[in-house]
Every structure is written in structure tokens, then in C-alpha cells.
């Protein structure tokens, strides 16, 4: 098993501590999982190729330190689940110099992941290219405090607007490489920090591309050889 695939698999759910329980499906030499974070904010489904697990189903529940311990071992790794009654208890790791063993969750304990009912179509499509997600880091990089963002239509076009407020404060604007609108959008509004941790945890993408729907949900689609990722943003109140 290349150990760099795994974790690639981790970060794209993780993202940097918003996500730490979830449901992993091996199959066909892939892992998936749906998840959802804890207040429902970001909802996303992950697709990792070339891992080699038999095809089974468990839980991840503590993610911090499975990529702890997977960050001691070797770049190839042998991986094995094993069993106790007949049930997944946990994934064991080898490389030339550790044994790693990593507990698994009963699927009980692991949380249901709520799907959302009738996605409203999109009023606006937007490529994601490295030069974009440059720009992003830069400016999140000098507002490290922002919070906020917001996707607002003006005289230049679609644009993204970091840090923006009702009120007069510090901004930075970005510009978008290839923006496609359907309809007019409002002023919509997002959690600045989910989407720095999403767009960084696919920047490896080869292609990645930004839904925006008037009704306030953002969907963010990434696509490479080994990987598909899709997350769900809802606006914010």
C-alpha cells in the first residue's frame, strides 16, 4: 500500500480537524466515505484509488491520531484488518521498522450522514485552477482572522470577496480565471476557513470547479487519476 494515497484519503475528509468520525467503504481497490461535520456546515464525499484493502466496511473514529501513527511509518506500508468475534476491530501497519495498530469503531457509533433533499440547480459555475487557489492562500495568508467570504456580482463580473462585512472593514478581492452564469446570484456568503481547509486538502486536483446556487449552497467538485472529492457548503445565516 502506498502510505501517501491513505493519507491523502484522510486529509480530504479530516480537513485539519472539521471531520474526525467516519464510515469507510474498501472496495475495488478504493476507499469512500460520505461524512458530515458535526454542525452540519460541510457535507462531502470522498473517492481514493490504489489503496489494496479487501473489501470491507468499518469506522474511523479517532482521525488525529490514525494520522499520527500513520505519519511515523515508511512510504510503503502492508496493511491488514483484522478481526476479534467475527468483527473489523482494527487496521494493523507494517514497514521495515514498525508495527502499527490502529483501533476501528463499530459502525453503531460512527454518525449517520443526512442527505440534503432536493439540491437546487446551479446559477453559476467557476473553474478552479492553481493560480486561484494561490491567490486564495495569499490573501487568507494576509487576513488570517477572516471569517467570512462572500460571492458577489458587480460591474467586474462574479468575484470573491474575503473578509466581507456590511460594515467597512479590511478586504482583499479575488478574480476568477473562467466563471460560466446560468442566472443572477445574490450576495452569498461562506465560512472562509471550511473552504482554505477544502481547497487545500485538493490542491493535488487536476481539475476542480465551483457550483454556486442562489439558494445558498456552494458545491465544490475535485477531480485527479487517483481521486474524486465533492463537498456541500450552506450559506451562511
Known amino acids: 500500500m502506498n502510505k501517501a494515497n491513505l493519507n491523502n ?3 480530504k475528509y479530516h480537513l485539519n480537524g472539521l471531520c474526525t468520525q467516519v464510515k469507510v467503504i474498501s472496495k475495488s481497490n478504493a476507499l ?3 461524512f458530515q461535520t458535526e454542525d452540519k456546515a460541510i457535507m462531502g464525499m470522498i473517492k481514493v484509488n490504489d489503496i489494496g484493502l479487501p473489501d470491507e466496511e468499518f469506522g474511523v473514529f479517532n482521525t488525529p491520531s490514525f494520522q499520527r501513527i500513520l505519519g511515523a511509518m515508511h512510504g510503503e506500508v502492508s496493511a491488514e484488518l483484522m478481526f476479534e468475534n467475527g468483527m473489523i476491530s482494527s487496521l494493523e501497519l507494517r514497514d521495515d521498522s514498525f508495527t502499527s495498530r490502529i483501533l476501528l469503531a463499530d459502525l453503531s457509533i460512527i454518525p449517520i450522514v443526512t442527505p440534503i433533499k432536493n439540491v437546487p440547480p446551479v446559477d453559476a459555475t467557476i473553474t478552479i485552477t492553481p493560480s486561484f487557489i494561490d491567490r486564495f492562500n495569499k490573501a487568507k495568508g494576509a487576513l488570517a482572522d477572516a471569517e467570512q467570504m462572500a460571492f458577489v456580482s458587480g460591474k467586474d463580473g462574479l468575484q470573491l ?10 478586504t482583499i478581492t479575488i478574480n476568477f480565471d473562467t466563471v460560466e452564469i446560468t442566472n443572477e446570484i445574490p450576495i452569498l456568503r461562506f465560512n472562509a476557513n471550511f473552504f482554505h481547509a477544502i481547497i487545500n486538502a485538493n490542491k493535488d486536483c487536476s481539475l476542480g470547479t465551483i457550483q454556486l446556487s442562489e439558494a445558498g449552497l456552494m458545491t465544490i467538485n475535485f477531480r485527479s487519476e487517483t481521486f474524486q472529492t465533492k463537498y456541500l457548503l450552506v450559506m451562511l445565516q
Not at 470577496?161 to 479590511?170: P, Q, S, V
Open 9 to 11: 484519503f484522510i486529509n
Open 32 to 34: 469512500i466515505t460520505s
Open 161 to 170: 470577496i474575503l473578509n466581507y462585512a456590511e460594515h467597512n472593514t479590511d
